[in-house]
Protein backbone atom coordinates (compact mmCIF):
# COMPACT_ATOMS: atom_id res chain seq x y z
CA UNK A 1 0.00 0.00 0.00
CA UNK A 2 2.82 2.46 1.04
CA UNK A 3 4.20 1.71 -2.53
CA UNK A 4 1.17 2.56 -4.55
CA UNK A 5 1.11 5.59 -2.08
CA UNK A 6 4.62 6.54 -3.27
CA UNK A 7 3.99 6.27 -6.89
CA UNK A 8 0.94 8.03 -7.25
CA UNK A 9 2.52 10.63 -5.00
CA UNK A 10 5.09 10.64 -7.55
CA UNK A 11 3.13 10.90 -10.39
CA UNK A 12 0.97 14.00 -9.13
CA UNK A 13 4.41 15.68 -8.41
CA UNK A 14 5.39 15.34 -11.68
CA UNK A 15 2.48 16.21 -13.60
CA UNK A 16 2.05 19.57 -10.96
CA UNK A 17 5.80 20.16 -11.91
CA UNK A 18 4.81 21.45 -15.55
CA UNK A 19 1.43 23.42 -13.88
CA UNK A 20 3.49 26.14 -12.32
CA UNK A 21 5.46 28.34 -13.49
CA UNK A 22 8.43 29.65 -12.59
CA UNK A 23 8.81 33.32 -13.77
CA UNK A 24 12.02 34.61 -14.44
CA UNK A 25 12.24 38.30 -13.52
CA UNK A 26 15.38 40.74 -13.68
CA UNK A 27 17.60 37.53 -13.43
CA UNK A 28 21.63 37.26 -14.22
CA UNK A 29 20.50 33.97 -16.03
CA UNK A 30 17.74 32.31 -17.76
CA UNK A 31 16.62 28.87 -18.04
CA UNK A 32 18.01 26.27 -15.78
CA UNK A 33 18.39 22.44 -17.24
CA UNK A 34 18.78 21.61 -20.91
CA UNK A 35 17.94 24.25 -23.23
CA UNK A 36 18.76 26.00 -26.87
CA UNK A 37 20.02 29.52 -27.45
CA UNK A 38 19.16 31.78 -30.02
CA UNK A 39 21.81 34.61 -30.66
CA UNK A 40 19.98 36.08 -33.88
CA UNK A 41 23.22 35.45 -35.59
CA UNK A 42 21.66 35.06 -39.38
CA UNK A 43 23.30 36.80 -42.47
CA UNK A 44 20.31 38.74 -42.75
CA UNK A 45 20.57 42.07 -43.96
CA UNK A 46 20.66 45.23 -40.99
CA UNK A 47 16.65 45.77 -40.62
CA UNK A 48 15.30 42.56 -41.59
CA UNK A 49 12.23 42.03 -40.68
CA UNK A 50 12.91 38.71 -37.92
CA UNK A 51 9.53 37.34 -38.71
CA UNK A 52 9.79 33.22 -39.10
CA UNK A 53 13.67 33.43 -40.19
CA UNK A 54 14.96 31.82 -36.63
CA UNK A 55 14.69 28.16 -36.07
CA UNK A 56 11.42 27.59 -33.80
CA UNK A 57 10.28 31.29 -33.59
CA UNK A 58 8.22 33.81 -35.09
CA UNK A 59 7.98 37.49 -34.05
CA UNK A 60 5.43 39.15 -35.19
CA UNK A 61 5.05 42.84 -37.24
CA UNK A 62 7.55 45.12 -36.08
CA UNK A 63 9.98 43.09 -35.35
CA UNK A 64 13.74 43.65 -36.94
CA UNK A 65 17.07 42.46 -36.81
CA UNK A 66 19.45 44.65 -36.03
CA UNK A 67 23.48 45.31 -34.70
CA UNK A 68 22.86 48.87 -33.92
CA UNK A 69 22.59 48.28 -30.31
CA UNK A 70 25.81 45.71 -29.97
CA UNK A 71 27.11 46.93 -26.54
CA UNK A 72 24.94 49.32 -26.03
CA UNK A 73 23.12 48.01 -23.09
CA UNK A 74 24.38 44.64 -20.55
CA UNK A 75 23.90 41.22 -22.13
CA UNK A 76 22.92 42.75 -25.80
CA UNK A 77 25.61 41.35 -27.99
CA UNK A 78 26.16 41.09 -31.69
CA UNK A 79 22.62 40.68 -34.00
CA UNK A 80 19.75 41.49 -31.58
CA UNK A 81 15.07 42.12 -32.38
CA UNK A 82 14.03 45.04 -31.96
CA UNK A 83 10.38 46.53 -31.62
CA UNK A 84 10.47 49.37 -33.25
CA UNK A 85 8.15 49.54 -36.57
CA UNK A 86 5.78 50.82 -36.71
CA UNK A 87 7.42 52.63 -33.96
CA UNK A 88 6.31 51.05 -30.40
CA UNK A 89 2.13 51.49 -30.81
CA UNK A 90 1.36 47.68 -29.95
CA UNK A 91 2.25 44.65 -27.63
CA UNK A 92 4.29 41.80 -29.99
CA UNK A 93 4.22 37.84 -29.96
CA UNK A 94 6.80 35.69 -30.00
CA UNK A 95 4.99 32.11 -31.55
CA UNK A 96 7.08 29.24 -31.34
CA UNK A 97 6.87 26.46 -33.59
CA UNK A 98 6.30 23.62 -30.60
CA UNK A 99 4.84 23.63 -27.07
CA UNK A 100 7.97 24.50 -24.79
CA UNK A 101 8.39 23.88 -21.12
CA UNK A 102 10.80 27.36 -20.75
CA UNK A 103 12.24 30.28 -22.25
CA UNK A 104 13.90 33.50 -21.67
CA UNK A 105 15.85 36.50 -22.92
CA UNK A 106 18.06 39.28 -22.14
CA UNK A 107 15.28 42.23 -22.29
CA UNK A 108 15.79 45.94 -22.59
CA UNK A 109 12.65 48.32 -22.15
CA UNK A 110 12.42 52.34 -21.62
CA UNK A 111 12.17 52.39 -17.82
CA UNK A 112 8.66 51.25 -17.51
CA UNK A 113 6.21 48.67 -16.26
CA UNK A 114 6.27 45.54 -18.65
CA UNK A 115 4.24 42.80 -18.85
CA UNK A 116 5.06 38.89 -20.14
CA UNK A 117 2.10 37.13 -20.70
CA UNK A 118 2.46 32.89 -21.68
CA UNK A 119 -0.02 31.35 -24.08
CA UNK A 120 -1.01 27.65 -25.03
CA UNK A 121 -2.94 28.54 -27.98
CA UNK A 122 -5.55 31.19 -26.84
CA UNK A 123 -5.55 30.30 -23.21
CA UNK A 124 -3.09 32.64 -21.04
CA UNK A 125 -1.31 30.52 -18.84
CA UNK A 126 1.03 32.69 -16.71
CA UNK A 127 1.64 35.98 -16.67
CA UNK A 128 3.71 38.74 -14.48
CA UNK A 129 4.32 42.32 -14.53
CA UNK A 130 7.40 44.28 -13.22
CA UNK A 131 10.16 47.26 -13.86
CA UNK A 132 11.87 46.85 -16.56
CA UNK A 133 14.74 49.43 -18.55
CA UNK A 134 18.18 49.22 -19.44
CA UNK A 135 19.20 46.60 -17.31
CA UNK A 136 19.57 43.46 -20.20
CA UNK A 137 18.47 40.63 -17.43
CA UNK A 138 16.78 37.63 -18.29
CA UNK A 139 12.81 37.54 -18.64
CA UNK A 140 10.53 34.64 -19.17
CA UNK A 141 9.12 31.00 -18.19
CA UNK A 142 9.94 27.89 -16.78
CA UNK A 143 8.41 25.13 -16.11
CA UNK A 144 4.92 25.11 -17.67
CA UNK A 145 3.64 24.53 -21.15
CA UNK A 146 3.29 27.10 -23.45
CA UNK A 147 3.78 28.36 -27.18
CA UNK A 148 3.90 31.79 -27.15
CA UNK A 149 4.49 34.52 -25.46
CA UNK A 150 3.13 38.29 -25.49
CA UNK A 151 5.27 41.27 -24.61
CA UNK A 152 3.79 44.37 -23.54
CA UNK A 153 6.74 46.60 -23.10
CA UNK A 154 7.02 49.97 -20.38
CA UNK A 155 8.07 53.09 -20.41
CA UNK A 156 5.29 55.08 -22.39
CA UNK A 157 5.52 52.79 -25.78
CA UNK A 158 6.41 49.06 -26.78
CA UNK A 159 9.75 49.56 -27.94
CA UNK A 160 12.52 47.06 -26.84
CA UNK A 161 15.82 45.20 -27.78
CA UNK A 162 15.50 41.50 -26.83
CA UNK A 163 18.56 39.13 -27.18
CA UNK A 164 19.70 35.10 -26.23
CA UNK A 165 16.72 33.55 -26.64
CA UNK A 166 16.73 30.40 -24.73
CA UNK A 167 14.00 27.81 -24.90
CA UNK A 168 13.44 24.00 -23.55
CA UNK A 169 11.40 21.76 -25.24
CA UNK A 170 8.47 20.02 -23.07
CA UNK A 171 9.76 16.82 -21.03
CA UNK A 172 9.10 13.21 -23.55
CA UNK A 173 6.45 11.66 -21.29
CA UNK A 174 9.28 8.80 -21.14
CA UNK A 175 11.02 11.27 -18.77
CA UNK A 176 8.56 10.87 -16.23
CA UNK A 177 8.13 6.91 -16.88
CA UNK A 178 11.69 6.77 -15.99
CA UNK A 179 11.26 9.38 -12.98
CA UNK A 180 8.32 6.88 -11.52
CA UNK A 181 10.36 3.50 -12.49
CA UNK A 182 13.42 4.88 -10.47
CA UNK A 183 10.98 6.36 -8.11
CA UNK A 184 9.46 2.86 -7.66
CA UNK A 185 12.62 0.64 -7.25
CA UNK A 186 13.93 3.19 -4.28
CA UNK A 187 10.76 2.30 -2.62
CA UNK A 188 11.11 -1.58 -3.48
CA UNK A 189 14.65 -1.61 -2.11
CA UNK A 190 14.14 0.53 1.01
CA UNK A 191 11.24 -1.94 1.91
CA UNK A 192 13.43 -4.80 1.56
CA UNK A 193 16.02 -3.06 3.28
CA UNK A 194 14.13 -2.79 6.29
CA UNK A 195 12.82 -6.72 6.03
CA UNK A 196 16.25 -8.05 6.08
Known amino acids: MRLANLLFGAAVLG ?3 LAHADNIIAAGSGLSGSYSTETFTSGLSDWSAAGSN ?3 VTFGDGN ?3 DDYDGSFPNINGTAIVNFFPCCTTP ?3 TFSSNLSGAAFN ?3 NPGTSTFT ?3 GATAVAS ?6 YGGEFYGFQ ?3 FNSIRIDSGGGNYAYVLDNLQTAAVPEPETYAMLLGGLGLLALTRRRTRKA
Not at 128 to 133: A, R, Y
Open 118 to 120: AYL
Open 107 to 109: FVS
Open 143 to 145: NIV
Open 64 to 66: YVT
Open 54 to 56: FNG
Open 128 to 133: FTTWTG
Open 92 to 94: TTL
Open 15 to 17: ASA
